[in-house]
Each structure stands twice: as structure tokens, then as C-alpha cells.
């Protein structure tokens, strides 16, 4: 209670202009914010993009952009500091992500895969484009977001195999390699997998779909 009480001090510290209380405050969510970014992030991912980056940009962007904090409890606070780093999370892997198009296609068009995998995951691989207008970061932003908050819904084997194939671009036999399965259970994952995203993302909000 004691420690809860003084996190309350430091959110209402931070929001009446205190940065002493601010750095503290966050200081108190660091191991919040790692363990989320290391779950938004696959394990291949994370060695390009160090999760402990993704949260000092979070921490920075909470200094400068407080003001838009409406709450006063630190559940709010907490809440509002997930949204931030979700949103550099997907930033990142949307960056990464289009720096690989390229030779994600040529993988993806050098190989002939499954029917199961061409037919159900077109659209996943047809990412929005490199424009860089602010309205275009922020569709490509909030596509990711939805797309990471979908895949946590899935079984984990389902949102894993979809991960390696479609946001890392690993190739079937490197994905059955991986996961211990066979050539049909990694389809059966794929399939059943994006079937449930295509249920879960909004249509007319992604354009993903």
C-alpha cells in the first residue's frame, strides 16, 4: 500500500510540472516496459531492435508529451506508458519490416509455397508503402499495432508460425525447422491462424486486410 500510495504522489508530482517525480515514476515502470516490449517483439526481431531502446524512446516521448496524460492514478499512468511504447513498437517493426519488402519479395517469389500459405496470406504480406506523409506513418502505425494486439490473441503456436513467415519472412522448411512440427501442422497453423486474424482485424481499418 505504501509503495502505491507514493507511485499516486509521483503521477500527481510529474502532472503538476515536478521532473524530479517524473524520472522517478518512470524509473518504477522500466520492468514493466521490458517485459512488454520483449513480448511485442519476437525473438528474432529483438536482435535488430533492442527492446531497451523501444523504451527509452517511451520514456522520452512520456517527458515531452505528459501533457496529453488525462489520468491521476498509476494504473492510468501505466496504461497510458503501454500505449506509448505500443505504438514505437510498431514504428519499429514497421520500418524493419519495409526495409525487407524488397527481399521479402524476391524470397517469397523464388520459392513456391503452399497452397494453404499463398491463398491465406496474401494480404498480410501486401504491407502499406514507403510514403513517408504524416498520414501514412500513421496508418502504417496503427496497422502494426492492431496486427501485434490480434496476434496475442492467437494460440501462441498459431501467432509464432505467423510471425516467422510473414514478419520475419522465413521460409516453410526454416519455419518447421524451428518450431519442431511437420510440413502439414505448420500449414494447419498458418491456415487456422489467418483465419482467426482476418475475424479479429477491423477491415475497414487495416489495410492489411
Same mark, same amino acid.
Given at each position: 500500500?505504501?509503495?502505491?500510495?507514493?507511485?499516486?504522489?509521483?503521477?500527481? +508530482?510529474?502532472?503538476?510540472?515536478?521532473?524530479?517525480?517524473?524520472?522517478?515514476? *518512470?524509473?518504477?515502470?522500466?520492468?514493466? *516496459?521490458? %517485459?512488454? +516490449?520483449? &513480448?511485442?517483439?519476437?525473438?528474432?526481431?529483438?536482435?535488430? /531492435?533492442?527492446?531497451?531502446?523501444?523504451?527509452?524512446?517511451?520514456?522520452?516521448?512520456?517527458?515531452?508529451? !505528459?501533457?496529453?496524460? #488525462?489520468?491521476? $492514478?498509476?494504473?492510468?499512468?501505466? +496504461?497510458?506508458?503501454?500505449?506509448?511504447?505500443?505504438?514505437?513498437?510498431?514504428?519499429?517493426?514497421?520500418?524493419?519490416?519495409?526495409? =525487407?519488402? &524488397? $527481399?521479402?519479395? #524476391?524470397?517469397?517469389?523464388?520459392?513456391?509455397?503452399?497452397?494453404?500459405?499463398?491463398?491465406?496470406?496474401?494480404?498480410?504480406? =501486401?504491407?502499406?508503402?514507403?510514403?513517408?506523409?504524416? $498520414?501514412?506513418?500513421? /496508418? #502504417?502505425?496503427?496497422?502494426?499495432? +492492431?496486427?501485434?494486439?490480434?496476434?496475442?490473441?492467437?494460440?501462441?503456436? =498459431?501467432?509464432?508460425? /505467423? #510471425?516467422?513467415?510473414?514478419?520475419?519472412? !522465413?521460409?516453410?522448411?526454416? /519455419?518447421?525447422?524451428? %518450431?519442431?512440427?511437420?510440413?502439414?501442422?505448420?500449414?494447419?497453423?498458418?491456415?487456422?491462424?489467418?483465419?482467426?486474424?482476418?475475424?479479429?482485424?477491423?477491415?475497414?481499418? $487495416?489495410?492489411?486486410?
Amino acid at each position: 500500500m505504501e509503495r502505491s500510495e507514493s507511485t499516486t504522489h509521483l503521477v500527481i +508530482a510529474s502532472k503538476e510540472g515536478n521532473n524530479e517525480a517524473l524520472g522517478l515514476l *518512470l524509473e518504477r515502470y522500466r520492468g514493466y *516496459l521490458l %517485459m512488454l +516490449a520483449h &513480448r511485442f517483439l519476437s525473438e528474432r526481431l529483438r536482435r535488430r /531492435i533492442d527492446p531497451a531502446d523501444i523504451v527509452q524512446l517511451t520514456f522520452l516521448e512520456a517527458k515531452r508529451d !505528459l501533457a496529453s496524460f #488525462r489520468g491521476s $492514478s498509476p494504473a492510468e499512468f501505466a +496504461a497510458w506508458l503501454r500505449g506509448v511504447l505500443k505504438n514505437n513498437v510498431a514504428s519499429a517493426v514497421t520500418r524493419h519490416v519495409t526495409t =525487407q519488402k &524488397r $527481399s521479402l519479395k #524476391r524470397e517469397v517469389d523464388a520459392n513456391q509455397p503452399s497452397p494453404n500459405d499463398s491463398a491465406g496470406g496474401a494480404w498480410i504480406q =501486401q504491407l502499406p508503402g514507403s510514403t513517408t506523409s504524416p $498520414s501514412g506513418v500513421a /496508418i #502504417r502505425t496503427e496497422a502494426t499495432v +492492431a496486427l501485434l494486439e490480434a496476434l496475442h490473441q492467437l494460440p501462441e503456436t =498459431q501467432a509464432e508460425a /505467423i #510471425r516467422l513467415r510473414y514478419m520475419e519472412g !522465413l521460409p516453410l522448411s526454416e /519455419i518447421v525447422e524451428r %518450431m519442431g512440427k511437420s510440413d502439414t501442422a505448420v500449414a494447419g497453423l498458418l491456415k487456422r491462424g489467418l483465419q482467426k486474424l482476418r475475424t479479429i482485424l477491423d477491415h475497414d481499418m $487495416s489495410p492489411w486486410l
